[in-house]
């Protein structure tokens, strides 16, 4: 007669995947076992009626996932978590938060992501955590919370707590730099459903304004502020915001914003200017190029050429962005005849700067069959970019890149690395295709097969030539 044991012994030593198979099996034969299980596990009924049980879950993935970094002596050991075990353990909980979202279960959402967001700052570092994993986790608490108020799921009363809640959390200075892409601020604007939010929200943002501890955040808030203004029809309070700080370059875009839409050009261009001129005397170039940029493109829908010209040629030198944008402008608008001395104009200017070699010089170089000027500045730059531009050069000048080509593999020759053998292997093949060059470079491999015939993966290059 088998041994009787009890259920809990049963179920300690049964393979989970049997165990869920038997109880789905046995659901779909019983019908009132079937209503028991949903009555009891049915997540739309779940109401833990507390965060512990999912903080201690949040603390219990980083406790299970260890990682220890120890001195190059062992003198020292620091003790952190395995921050892709924790981000596997912890998505588990955002499972679950969906899982309650899609049962309608709020309240029981909720406390997951209050519990998250809560606890993994309190076990989060930062040197842990290179690649954002813990982070992403963090993000996705906040997005489940910022998605129901997105879809006004919650009811008043859930809403109103909720809010309780975030004007206590994020005043807590463990939140700053945790979230990757997304703060708990983020939550804020969606707190305007009654005066009193109202009223609170606003308050809850000139706090960050007045504490702010950089101009990044005093902007960010001075911004999320003339949002909810605007979103309650508070029109007049937001643009006297908008003209108290209108200095601010995110607050001087959002006027800008305003009046290219009532096309108010005129004032759109003071506007900028006045910009240009913050952004000079504060010393923020990239600033100066992003209003020149928008300056530029007013011009250009005014059909304002002269001094969208200007600006091109002046972006041209100093933008690091759509340069052949301005190129092919300047050339549209330049006459046959002034376009040589223009060329050399806007040619002469990068060579003077600090720039070296760029592909965008050498395009216009080729453009114009420059090919000294592009045999040079390849030649400064190095066997790279002679290969590179190998196709346009050869036919013009074979002997000087046969001659840096022959420098270069000899150069290579001499370094003890792997990228070093391929390098000598990859340009000897290009020497052969020259006149004289299979001559030259049989030389050479007699040369490296003699000097180097210890270099095991050298010679194993070499071969391939």
Known sequence: MNKPFSVPEIIKHTDIKDLHQFITDYANKNIAFRQAFNAKFNPSGISTGSKKIYTDMVSAAFKNNPFTVRGRYHNWSDYGFDAEGVREDLQLLIDKVEWFIQSENFDEAIRVCQAMIETIPDEWEDQFDREGDVQVMYDGAINQL??????????????????????????????????????????????????????????????KINNAASDYEKENAILSKIAVLQKTNQQDKAAAVIDRYIDLKGIRELRLESLM?????????????????????????????????????????????????????????????????????????????????????????????????????????????MWDRLLAVCLKAGAQSLEHYEKYLKPVYPKELFAAFHKYVEQQATFTDKSAYINVARVLKKMKHYKGGKEVVASLLNKYREIYKRRRKMMEELEGV
Not at 159 to 187: C, I, M, P
Not at 262 to 271: F, H, P, R, S, T
Not at 288 to 316: C, G, H, M
């Open 261 to 369: 839409e009532k096309k108010k050009y005129g004032e759109a261009v003071a506007l900028i200017e006045k910009g240009i001129q913050i952004a000079i005397a504060n010393s923020h170039p990239g600033s100066v190029r992003d209003w020149q940029e928008k300056l530029f493109n007013i011009y250009i829908s005014q059909n304002n050429t002269e001094p969208a010209l200007a600006l091109a040629e002046e972006l041209f030198y100093n933008s690091n962005r759509d340069k052949r944008k301005y190129y092919d402008y300047i050339k549209k608008q330049t006459q046959g005849n002034a376009w040589p001395r223009t060329v050399e104009r806007l040619l002469s200017k990068m060579d003077d700067s600090h720039w070296g070699f760029n592909t965008f010089k050498a395009d216009i170089l080729i453009e114009h069959k």
């Open 146 to 207: 910022q998605e129901m108020l997105e879809q006004d799921a919650l009811t008043r009363i859930q809403k109103e707590k909720l809010f309780d809640w975030y004007s206590a959390e994020f005043r807590n200075k463990k939140h700053e730099y945790v979230g990757l892409n997304t703060s708990l601020s983020s939550l804020e604007n969606y707190f305007t459903d009654t005066p009193e939010m109202i009223d609170k929200t606003l308050s809850n943002i000139d706090g």
